[in-house]
Every structure is written in structure tokens, then in C-alpha cells.
């Protein structure tokens, strides 16, 4: 039941430890997201599924192997378009959402962590 | 740790639809605050990423949101849909019926102007699909003009691609012929033009209705007006009728054209004779039209896309941006209404120069007339019309097998010889002329850099038909000395003309250097000693052909006395080996003028600081070099043959004085040629203002000298300044 509750929800946050321990520093625990499905959002309303390749410090992201989701109407947002990228570069300036893809385990011990 | 905390909540965002999923049994978490913790902890200039991560391969990243290179950028509307619900494309345009006819001859324009764009190398999706009434034309089902114009569009378009991509000529714009994603519906666009032709009718009465006097009206009286205001009522049917009119016999021009064999060039020259007139009637209209405009102080009409000077409703190009991937998405900037008039009328033409061919399974004929198309720069739709006429299924005009039309071009008819035809060396030569005919209706750039790369197949291929045919040869004067095997001949004369062929095929590569401006004048000295043995040996090999011609055709009219020679084909090919001995004396007498010119320093050496002569020859000239073009060491025969020349000595090589000499003397035999006569007329200015060049310089070193292209070309002529 509460794992339902919580695809439902869809979304959680990431803050401050991993199961590894809450001595981990936040390079070492993005680098520990590297090659995995994340999902970012851009002020225009698309979404970019890839696998997490790069970042620098300005916060631009490059994602391989990406797909693009696309709203055929404005006014109900869903994203019924796709089509494949490969790799792009997402510029921070336009990034407006980033999740990653985890599993429930992972995700309710993060919960209960930052509880 | 502590600036994480703070940020964490400012997180808003998360993927509003469960259609994205994430992996089986997993999440989506919102990692925005970790990555902007880790951001401001890494130094600058450092990135964090995994261990196959390539630099060099991250440069390839596809940047979003730059608009030169995101071609996926949510503009005015997201989708077509969404366009048509916010009323952007309405059905009818308008509900006063005048409005809806100037709307209309918009749109007409407009997209008159988008094909042509289109034509010079921009996507179909850019430009003419950009339209939402062709992109859905179902929508304007109820209106039978808009409804059948876009469908014709839509026809014509197809018909088009269709002739670019059978050619493949399109390897140079790759862009030409992608429809993915584009809606292309040939059965329901065949319909289009019958209902065209319906629509015109109902115009012409109702043109007729307008004009008629008042007593005859009354019998008209239940056919509707176009439109309401009766003072406009004619012109606005005169604009029409040309604009239906042009689209319908464009679509049946490029239709006759694709007939098998050539059969429907007769009737596409009368369509295309109808096209240019409407086309004129278009100017006409457009006085009609801006009448508003005008008054409104509009003055940029020539930019404007429609002959009325307005925007037309209904054309959004950023709809359809996404389906030009893979390639980055291109500003594009359409051409105005006038240049795409100035566009079609020359398309118009070079379709009509090919209807015009004659047919002639004559070789020399053929290649003459292409390149005598080609001077006018014809665009990729009749180039593609071009090649798919000369070849259709490996025979010249879908007619004649190239063994027929080689053999001929030696005088010898091979069509009864069936065993030939299925000769190893007789199918390699119909792949290696189908290929040449089909590199000579490509773009200059692209063509010449084909034809230096064929020459090797043509020499390789040379090479063993030689060793083959001497061989058979010899095994066959051993048996039967005096009639030997009729096929061997046809055999032998061929290899013979091959080298002839070879010779051409430089002489091409070499002249298109001067059409794309690859030589610069330091380099004219050996590009001219290039032209020079190329042109010698061609017209040594015509030369020798001519003779052969000349003898059978004679033992020919011997044998039968009913024979009927063939001397207009026979004087032809003589002026033909005279044009090229008037050349070659030409490039010799440059090429010595140049030499000595640089050996006295009068011009600048084409030693420069970062190559020297003999790399520049290699760079120029080293494909022809692989393919045995001479046989010997070229640029240790060029210098030395250049090195010594002196200006005092000029005057005493008559090199330009042979060429005005054959030039004055050939040009009677051009004059029912105005094209070739031209070319004489040019050559011989040429040698005239060399000669008194020549006469000039060797007696004052200190003129100086510069060389122009305003009598030929590809002959230099020398200007003499006073310095």
C-alpha cells in the first residue's frame, strides 16, 4: 500500500544521504547517479529521458541515448510526442526539473532518512 | 550541507504525466537540489562524469534550446491541431466573399513561392508543407478552388520528388527529397486536378458572366459572381485563371516528361509554352492586386511574398521544423514573388531545351547538347529530368544500347551483332557511359570531382580491353587473314575510340576548374600546358576516327549504290576535329605566352610560401596523372618544355595566328549552330587580342600584363597596361 502511494506521487527528494552513509559528499553521490535513466524538464514544457552522462559546474547537463517528450496541446499538458535524440546538452538556464530514476527500496530509505 | 537543505525547498517540479514511465518497481525522485549542492561544491572548469566519457565526442552534443540547433523549440503552437482550434487556418477564410478571394490568391502566392524555395535547396517540410490547408487539405473539402489548388500542390510536389529521387542526382541536396513525417496522399491527390479543371471552368463563366452586356445577363443570372463587388469581379477572375491555369500545366508538363522514351516531350514544350504565358499574366494581375497596398504607402513590395504585397493566412514553418531532423533545423529566407516568377520562367526554359533534344542516337550529339545545357546552371528539377530522359534502363534514351551508339560513333552498326551485346567488355561499357551521362547532369562541383574519379575506371578498364582485344587479334589474322571476325572489329575500333572518350572526359574535369574558379592566375601556365596535351591527344584520336568514318562510309556507298551516306553527320564531325585543333593552338600559344611571361618575370611565379609548383601540379592535376593522363612524367615534360621560352622569340610562334586562321575558315560551317558559332566567334577574338598582345610585350618588358575571360570562357585573353 504505501509503495503504491508512492508511484503514485511519483516524485520524491533526493537532500541530503544515501544508504551509504550521510558522510558522502554531493559530487561523490551525483557522480554515484551517473549512467542512470533521468528525466529533465525545460521551460518550454518538453521532457528529455536519457542516461545521465555529464555536468559541470554551471549545471549544464549532457544526457545520452536521449528521448524527447513533446504536449500535443498547451493546455493539457501530456506528452504524447516522442523522438529520439541521442545525445544532448541541456543548458541550466532552461532546466526547470530533474529526476532520476530509483528504486522504491532506495527511494523509501531515502524518505525515511530525511524523516 | 547547509545550502542543500535550504534549496530543498524550493522544489516545484516534477513530471506532470504518468505516460513518462519510470523502470519496473522504481520511482522518480527530484534530484535538482543534490545536482545544485554538488554544482557549487565543484571547482570551476571541473565536471563530473563517468570514466567513458570523451571530450571530443560530448562536442557532438545536440544543444537544446539553441535555436541553430534545437530543432525541437515549442514555438507558436505545439502541434497542427492546436493551430487549427485557435483559428490560425479558418474554413472559409473569410465570410465576406471578397476577403475570401484575395485570401486565397494569397495563399496561392504564396505558395508558388515556397516550391520555388524549395526547388533551390531548402526541406519540403520548411516550405511548402509550412501550409496548413495542404497539410490538411480534408479540411477544405467544401471549398472546391482552395481544396483542388493544394491538392495539385501537393501532386506536383510528389510528381517532383519522384524524378529527383529515381535520378539520384540528390546526393548533393540530401535535403531535397525527405518527406518522412510529411502527409503525401497520391490517391486522393490525383483527384485534385480533374477538380481543378471543374473549378476553372466555373471561373471562365463566371469571367464570361461579368463581361456580358446587360441583356445577355439575365440568361447568366443564376450563375453566382465570384465574389460581391462587380467592379472587381473580372480582374479577380483573370488572376485566378492564370494562377489554376499555370498549376495545371506544370503538373502535365513534369507528367509528359516522365513518359518512357521521350514520347511526351512534344506535348510537355506546349505546356511548358502555356506555363510561361500564364506566368506573365501573373505580372499582370499583380498591378490589380496591390491596389490596396499602395494606398496604404506600402513601399517593400519587391521582398514581399505575394503579388498583393499582404501576409497570407495559414503558414506557420515552424509547425513542421521538428521533421527536417536529422539535420539541424536551417533559417530559412524564401525567395520574393518576383525572383520566384524570374525562378520558374528559367526553369521553364531548361525543361524546354530538353524537350527540345533531338533524339539523335549519336553520341557526339548527346554530349554536346548536355554540356550546352549545362552553361546556363539548370537546377536539380531539370537536371533529374535531364538524366532520367539520356538513361532509362542502361540504353540512351531508353531506346538505343551504347554498344549501338559506340559502334556508330566509329561508323559501324553493331545492332545485328547479338553476341556482342552480351560481351564482358560491351556490359562494363554500358555501366561506365550510363555513369558518365549521369555525373554530366550533375552540379559543377559535384560533377567535376566525378569525373576525375571515373577517368581511373575508364583507363583501368582501357587497359584490359587492349590486352583482350590484341590478343583475339592476333590469334585471328593467324586463322583467317582476310575476313576477319566482324565483331572483333567493332571490338577494336571501340578501344580505339576509348582513348578518345578518356580525352574528353579530361578535357571536362580540366574546363570546369575555370567554371569554379579553382586556378588562380599563377597557376594558368600549367593549367593551359594541362589543356594543351589533353586537347592534342583528343584531336589526334577525332582526327583518326574521322578517317575511319570516312573509309567505311566510302566502301559502304562502293558495295551498294543505294547507300545513302550520311555527309551532313560526316562535315560535322570534321568541323568538329577542326574546333579542337583551333583550341589546342589556342592553349599552346597561352601556355607559351605564360611561360615566357614567368621566365622573364613578368608575372608572378606560382611558387608562393606554403606549396611549391611542383605540389600545386600534383594538387591540380593528380588524378588525371593516376589514370596514365599522359602516359609520361607531366610535370618534368611540362617544365621542361616551359622553361626556356623567351618574350623576344614570341612573335615567331604562330600559334594564335593558326587558331584565328582555323577560326575564320570553320565558321561558315557552324552557321546553322548559333551556339557552337558563338564559341568561334569567341576563339577567334581570343587569338586576335593575343597576337597583338604578343606584339606588344615582346618589344616593352616593362607593360604589364593581366589575363581576363570576357571572349571565352575558358581562354584567357591578355591585357596589356602601361604600368
Known sequence: ???????????????????????????????????????????????????????????????????EYRSIRRSSPSPTEQRCLGMILIPSSCRTSCHVDCSIEEQLSLVQLKE | ????????????????????????????ADVSPLLSAACSDLHEGELIHGDNFNLFAAMSALEIMDPKMDSGIVSAFSSIDEAI???????????????????????????????????????????????????????????????????????????VVSVVSDARTNEEDDLFTMTYGLPFNGDEDAKGLPLLNAVEETICRQLRACKATSSKKRVLEELEPLQ????????????????????KHFLHTLNCMRRPQGRGLELARKHIASCISELDSFLESAEFLRIDVVENGE???????????????????????????????????????????????????????????????????????????????????????????????????????????????????????HALQKNEYILQLGQLMTNLLKILCANTPWQRRKLGKILNDWSIFRVQMGITVGQAMQQDTSRTPKNGDKSLVILNHIYGWLEEQINWVALRFLMLGFDLE?????????????????????AERARFRVLIIVNTEERKAKKNKDYHRDMAREDRISLCV???????????????????????????????????????FTQHFELLQKASLPEYDAYESYTESTSHTRLDYLPMYEYFRDAQKIAKDIKVGFANDPGKLAEVRGLEQVAEHNIIAVNLISRDCSLKVSFEFNHHPYFATAVVRRS
Open chain 1, 1 to 67: 500500500m504505501e509503495q503504491d502511494a508512492e508511484r503514485s506521487t511519483s516524485t520524491t527528494t533526493i537532500v541530503e544521504s544515501t544508504p551509504e552513509g550521510p558522510g558522502l559528499d554531493p559530487i561523490a553521490r551525483v557522480r554515484k547517479l551517473l549512467f542512470r535513466q533521468m528525466l529533465v524538464g525545460i521551460k518550454d514544457g518538453r521532457f528529455f529521458l536519457g542516461n545521465f552522462h555529464c555536468i559541470d559546474k554551471q549545471g549544464n547537463i549532457i544526457l545520452q541515448d536521449t528521448v
Open chain 2, 1 to 28: 550541507m547547509q545550502p542543500v537543505r535550504e534549496e530543498s525547498s524550493s522544489i516545484h517540479h516534477h513530471p506532470r504525466n504518468s505516460s513518462i514511465p519510470s523502470g519496473d518497481n522504481s520511482v522518480w
Open chain 2, 85 to 159: 482550434e485557435s483559428g490560425f487556418a479558418p474554413v472559409p477564410i473569410s465570410s465576406n466573399s471578397t476577403v475570401n478571394v484575395e485570401s486565397i490568391i494569397d495563399i496561392m502566392d504564396h505558395l508558388l513561392v515556397c516550391e520555388a524555395t524549395w526547388h533551390m535547396g531548402h526541406s519540403l517540410a520548411q516550405t511548402v508543407f509550412s501550409c496548413i490547408y495542404v497539410l490538411r487539405p480534408e479540411r477544405t473539402s467544401s471549398q472546391a478552388l482552395l481544396h483542388s489548388y493544394c491538392r495539385v500542390i501537393r501532386a506536383t510536389c510528389r510528381a
Open chain 2, 228 to 247: 460581391t463587388n462587380p467592379q472587381l469581379e473580372e480582374s479577380f477572375c483573370k488572376a485566378l485563371l492564370c494562377r489554376i491555369r499555370f498549376r
Open chain 2, 299 to 417: 513601399n517593400e513590395i519587391e521582398e514581399k511574398t505575394t503579388a498583393s504585397g499582404r501576409h497570407p493566412i495559414g503558414f506557420d514553418p515552424t509547425l513542421n521544423k521538428r521533421l527536417s531532423a536529422p539535420t539541424p533545423p536551417r533559417a530559412i529566407k524564401l525567395l520574393s514573388w518576383k525572383k520566384a516568377i524570374d525562378y520558374y520562367v528559367k526553369l521553364l526554359h531548361n525543361l524546354d531545351q530538353i524537350c527540345a533534344f533531338s533524339m539523335e542516337p549519336d553520341l557526339d550529339y548527346v554530349l554536346q547538347s548536355v554540356i550546352q545545357f549545362q552553361k546556363s546552371r539548370p537546377d536539380l528539377v531539370s537536371r533529374a529530368h535531364l538524366q532520367l530522359l539520356l538513361v532509362q534502363d542502361g540504353k540512351l534514351y531508353g531506346r538505343d544500347t551504347f554498344l549501338a551508339i559506340c559502334a556508330r560513333a566509329v561508323a559501324l552498326d553493331a545492332t545485328r551483332d
Open chain 2, 518 to 538: 579553382l586556378y588562380s592566375p599563377s597557376e594558368y601556365c600549367m593549367v593551359y600546358w594541362y589543356i594543351y596535351i589533353t586537347l592534342w591527344k583528343l
Open chain 2, 578 to 616: 577542326l574546333l579542337l585543333q583551333c583550341q589546342t593552338s589556342l592553349a599552346q600559344g597561352l601556355t607559351v605566352m605564360l611561360s615566357a611571361l614567368r621566365n622573364q618575370g613578368m608575372c608572378i611565379k606560382s611558387e608562393g610560401p606554403f606549396n611549391t609548383e611542383n605540389e600545386k
